[in-house]
């Protein structure tokens, strides 16, 4: 088996607390994740030795700071692998943008190599290497949506997201997560969202109550310096959003709507504006892959 071709998908945050920082220096973290119809799509092919990644995407760094090459190292030396890989992400997902795109792509290439080198890992094991790399990493490995603590190692599926249009923004601003944890650590937080509420209004399929519910700590530090993605927020809900939340340490705001005629509406209204601006939906299953 020497090519492999997978799709990682984007994660967004329902929610995202931090509860504290650990005696090793790791933020405690509590949250809820699920995956959107929003995808970079990764091809795989055996060589007989080195570890090459190409892209469409030229802004994208191609060495050890691709979290994709990280991975691929990381799996060739903890289990002396002589084969090589030849490596071409075809990046769909923004970067910088709190979508874990970077994960993602990570997680697909220790799904992919596991194969291709013919390692059986399984997944917990492809799990507690992934943590290593980024604390997305594990639930990448998982999707669905999910309870998610400690530094991202504890993942317990709950009720599926009931299947919504999803709207995502980009505005054109980069927010650097170990900038935002900085800033978190600087500051006290006010409030922090009520995770085992949201998980009891997805198990009654209570929707009406979630956007009073919803939470995310970054929130406040990202709505201060930078204002703009509080104003995407609120439009989104003045346009008929179910809920709205900021996703990860920013930028990309989430909108839920209930029909896709009322997301495409507002679609309509913020791609004048804004780009990287996607109508998408909740997306529960695994993406699909080829292997031959």
């Known amino acids: 088996m020497n090519r492999v071709i997978l799709k990682a998908k984007a994660k967004v945050n ?7 920082i650990r005696e090793d220096g790791y933020h405690e973290m509590k949250m809820i994740n699920h995956s959107i119809d ?6 795989f092919e055996s060589c007989d030795e080195g570890i090459t990644l190409t ?12 979290l994709v090459i990280k991975a691929a190292r990381k799996l060739q030396c ?4 002589r084969q090589g890989v030849k490596i071409h992400l075809e990046k769909r997902i923004p970067a910088q943008a709190g979508l874990a795109g970077g994960s993602s792509d990570a997680a697909a290439t220790l799904k992919a190599l596991n194969t291709i080198w013919q390692l059986g890992l399984s997944l917990s094991e492809l799990m507690a290497i992934g943590v290593t790399i980024g604390a997305d990493v594990p639930y990448c490995l998982v999707g669905g949506t999910a309870l998610v603590e400690g530094i991202g190692e504890k993942i317990t599926p709950i009720k599926a997201l009931r299947q919504m249009v999803v709207l995502v923004v980009k505005p054109e601003i980069d927010i650097a997560t170990p900038w935002a944890f900085n800033k978190l650590d600087e500051s006290a ?16 399929d209570d929707y009406d109550r979630l956007e009073a519910k919803l939470g995310n700590v970054f929130e ?9 993605i509080a104003v995407i927020k609120k439009e989104m809900l003045e346009q008929g959003a179910l809920a709205a939340i900021m996703t990860g340490s920013g930028s ?23 780009p990287l601006c996607f109508v998408s939906k909740t997306e529960e299953s695994e993406g699909e892959n080829y292997v031959g």
Do not use: C
């Open 14 to 20: 329902l929610s995202l607390d931090v509860i504290g």
């Open 38 to 43: 929003l995808d970079d799509v990764l091809t």
């Open 55 to 66: 892209s469409n995407e030229d802004t994208i760094p191609l060495d050890e700071r691709n």
């Open 78 to 81: 903890q289990f002396n692998v």
């Open 189 to 204: 937080i006010a409030n922090h969202p009520d995770i085992a509420a949201i998980i009891a209004l997805l198990e009654d």
């Open 220 to 228: 406040a530090i990202a709505f201060a310096d930078y204002p703009e």
């Open 252 to 274: 990309t705001v989430i909108g839920y709507y209930r029909d896709r005629q009322l997301a495409v509406k507002s679609w309509l209204q913020f791609k004048e504006k804004y």
